[in-house]
């Protein structure tokens, strides 16, 4: 049986982040397989290359973000459960979401592998670069099962405390993504093609690293294939508390296209422009992310637990610590934005226009280390369905309507365009802490001694 570390006792900010580090840096090499791709490709190839795999690694990473959302339902519920000290539970849980994601990934495969010329026309992928579009997004699609198996090993690494092994499976993928993109892109010059297979070769090595790593080392709870069934409750369970959060994370997403298409009709300098400060925006973006997943899962432990006093002291010690590292970042990208680009692209007007987006960024980075705090908090807490809700507002009411307003104003700015991403995290921050305050009354109010009973109040 493997040992974890418990969350439910002892410190809290050095167990945080401890849990924390690892789950980053296992995100930065995550990222690092499209990143890679598009900056081999951005060396190698030609403008039209570069929107192509922009365009085509966010569709591709919407994909990815609802099941990493779906994913949410495992992690917390396997959380609870060991918080609890029910681990004779945790291993039907991970039976039910195996069985459960299994079907999720031959579905995938099917619909994303045939609509991947759709996908392509309804992101309005410039004419130039549409057929390289569409093979990316089939080539990655093939792999699909990788992606959803990737993402419930993460969820039970995660869910037992565990954010070492992830670390260390990418950390190998990602060094094959590397070599592969050398190889097929600037050795072979398969261009778009070679960038999309390597990606799907890395998944691949980093799914049979993580199940060969689980088979040896075993796990804090009894499991066998007996187990790989739907548990009814379990994963009932599961939908309930992970649709919520991948509903959220898609439509988010969606947006996020949305802008790209907006920007797509501005011609493919501004589409590459904005698809580099994107991609540099996915690595500016892992720190508060990781927050989220890591409080995910230390805040569900202890609420299994009934310890709320540690979970909520873990989301603050999350946002004070957050903070620190988004300060450093969004001098970066507002001061620097030319520099980084141009580790993607050596097109100055590409750089240039993804500069000027980037720094409308700068203020977001500042803006979600709060928020993704919060989402982390509300998420362990099972409050997956409000997370959906206020990210809904966000994404549909706020940031699409100001992206597609700034992007009609004479003259263009993609600095203006990139402001409508801010704009909305202030308005979901304004309404996790509406939520945050209503839930702390109700629980003051059910923890207060009645008034007319004196043995309450003696």
Request: proline share 4%; aromatic share 8%.
């Amino acid at each position: 049986m493997k040992h974890t570390d418990s969350f439910i006792e002892g410190p809290i900010l050095s167990p945080l982040l401890r849990f924390t580090i690892p789950v980053l840096l296992a995100l930065f090499l995550q990222a690092m397989y499209g990143a890679v791709d598009l900056m081999v490709v951005g060396q190698f190839g030609q403008p039209a290359d570069v929107s192509a795999v922009s365009t085509g690694s966010q569709v591709m990473q919407t994909v990815t973000s609802v099941i990493t959302g779906l994913s949410m339902g495992a992690t917390v519920l396997l959380g609870q459960r060991l918080g609890k000290g029910r681990s004779d539970e945790a291993g039907q849980v991970l039976g039910s979401a195996i069985a459960l994601f299994a079907a999720v990934a031959l579905l995938l495969t099917g619909i994303m592998t045939a609509a991947a010329s759709p996908m392509a026309r309804i992101m309005q992928a410039p004419a130039e670069a549409f057929g390289q579009t569409v093979v990316y997004v089939r080539i990655c699609s093939g792999g699909a099962v990788f992606i959803v198996a990737y993402n419930v090993l993460g969820a039970m690494f995660r869910g037992i405390g565990d954010s070492r092994t992830p670390l260390l499976t990418v950390a190998i993928a990602c060094a094959v993504n590397i070599a592969g993109d050398l190889l097929l892109v600037a050795g072979f010059r398969m261009g778009v093609a070679g960038a999309a297979v390597a990606t799907v070769l890395a998944q691949a090595i980093s799914v049979a690293l993580s199940l060969l790593f689980t088979a040896r080392r075993g796990l804090p709870f009894a499991f066998s294939p007996s187990f790989i069934r739907f548990h009814p409750r379990f994963t009932g369970r599961i939908l309930r508390l992970g649709t919520p959060v991948a509903l959220q994370d898609a439509l988010v997403s969606i947006s996020f296209l949305a802008i790209a298409a907006i920007v797509n009709r501005l011609g493919v300098i501004a589409s590459a422009g904005v698809g580099v400060a994107e991609k540099l925006c996915g690595f500016i973006m892992l720190v508060p992310s990781a927050y989220m997943q890591s409080l995910s899962a230390f805040v569900a432990q202890n609420i299994g637990a009934d310890r709320r006093d540690r979970a909520k002291k873990a989301m603050f010690y999350g946002m004070g610590t957050s903070l620190c590292c988004g300060i450093v970042l969004a001098w970066m990208s507002f001061f620097h934005g030319d520099l980084l680009a141009s580790l993607f692209a050596r097109d100055d007007q590409v750089i240039g226009a993804a500069a000027d987006y980037l720094r409308a960024y700068a203020i977001d980075t500042l803006l979600t280390s709060i928020m993704f705090c919060f989402a982390g908090y509300f998420n362990g807490c099972g409050n997956t369905a409000f997370v959906m809700v206020q990210g809904i507002i966000g994404a549909f009411c706020v940031r699409i309507p100001v992206s597609l307003l700034m992007s009609r104003l004479e003259p263009v700015s993609l600095f203006r365009v990139g402001l409508a991403t801010p704009c909305s995290t202030v308005v979901q921050i304004l309404l996790f802490l509406g939520c945050y305050a209503v839930l702390a009354a109700r629980e003051k109010r059910a923890n207060r001694p009645e008034r007319d009973d004196p043995a309450a109040l003696s």
